[in-house]
């Protein structure tokens, strides 16, 4: 009898796809709160709330993948990848937000 080896899935690219979709939206609601506002302490506020928000989603994304890897669903390079992209997402988020605290009216 031969023993049976379970082949992994390709998990694809919606682990990377998902960071960047947080920064995108991110983006999305600060670029809109700004041109809605222009040089107004409501752009900022909406600016630092869609960051922690933003944030807060990076980090359960975070949680998730490390789940997913350790369960065997997310193969090591796949985890890599989606790790880096998370990693770039955050950044993103970061210097996203950056002049909404540089810059107050």
């Not at 041109?35 to 752009?43: G, L, S, Y």
């Not at 490390?66 to 970061?94: C, E, F, M, N, Q």
Request: proline letters at 6%; hydrophobic letters at 60%; zero cysteines.
């Amino acid at each position: 009898m031969g023993r049976r080896v379970k082949a992994l899935k390709p998990s694809g690219g919606r682990p990377i796809v998902t960071a960047l979709v947080i920064w995108f939206a991110h983006f999305m609601v600060i670029w809109a709160a700004g041109e809605i506002w222009p040089h107004q302490w409501t752009a900022n506020a909406v600016a630092w709330g869609a960051t922690a928000i933003a944030l807060l989603a990076v980090g359960v994304h975070v949680v998730r993948l490390k789940a997913r890897h350790a369960d065997g669903r997310l193969p090591g390079w796949s985890y890599r990848l989606a790790r880096g992209a998370t990693a770039i997402a955050a950044a993103a988020v970061v210097f996203s937000a950056l002049p909404s605290v540089v810059l107050l009216p």
